[in-house]
């Protein structure tokens, strides 16, 4: 067994989950348990990871998936993985604890994107801008700014929906910075969707009852743009 197990350490991706599951066919589960949790902390992928947390899991041992996707979270930072370590750790009983992990591991990585995410999951809108707001450089023009998207930009503009009715003003300013990355990713496609947020922007002016803040920066964003022809179609097309 000894030498099998060192033969199969020596596999990598689907070829080690393969082999890992042999072991299990043949009764050898505590073997390929301490294998496939060595190269879960080692490897830079998580198919290891991934394989012991169901295995875990078939076995009814919660604890010890809860373990590894905590480890899947940390080395794939998506919201998918929050939702699963948090339905294991809810079973347990400790959520809390497991949250407040997370948390702290997302603020140490400086991860904004995930940080809004769960925020808008929980409810929590007024966090959710705060920690936007909180990557606003100081500046006269709002609109100029740059959010912190990270890997996800989707996340703002999740954020910019959720706030229309209660924080409408926080929404014009999400809104207003997807403008500008929609315009910086040029072409047709992209301006007739900036023109839909545009369209956006102005009804919620409206909604404040500032319709001179939105004559002010669509001029500002008309002038910004004036060489970009296919832009201003659109515009007019959109009646802005």
Known sequence: ????????????GWQSVKLADLFVQYGQDAA??????????????????????NHYLAKNNLAAALEMAELIFHKRTWFAEYQKMRELATQLGN???????????????????MLVEVAL?????????????????????????QYDYA?????????AERSEEIYPGAS???????????????????????C??????????EKLDETGQWTTYIAWLRKRHSRLSTLKEELTTAGL
Not at 136 to 143: S, V
Not at 196 to 205: G, M
């Open 95 to 113: 959520w809390e604890a497991v949250r407040l992990a997370a948390f702290t591991f997302l603020e140490d990585k400086h991860n904004t994107s």
């Open 196 to 205: 839909s947020y545009l369209v956006k922007v102005r009804s919620l002016y």
């Open 121 to 145: 999951d929980e409810g929590d809108i007024e966090r959710a801008l705060q920690l936007l707001e909180a990557t606003k450089p100081p500046g006269p023009e709002g609109y100029e700014w």
């Open 151 to 159: 890997r996800t930009p989707e996340v703002a503009i999740k954020a």
């Open 172 to 194: 014009i300013d999400l809104y207003q910075q997807h403008v500008e990355r929609l315009i910086a990713g040029r072409g047709r496609a992209n301006y007739q969707v900036a």
């Open 32 to 53: 390929v348990e301490r294998m496939m949790h060595e190269k879960a902390q080692q490897e830079m992928y998580t198919s290891s990871a991934e394989w012991l947390k």
């Open 1 to 12: 067994m000894d030498e099998a197990v060192q033969d199969a350490s020596q596999a990598n």
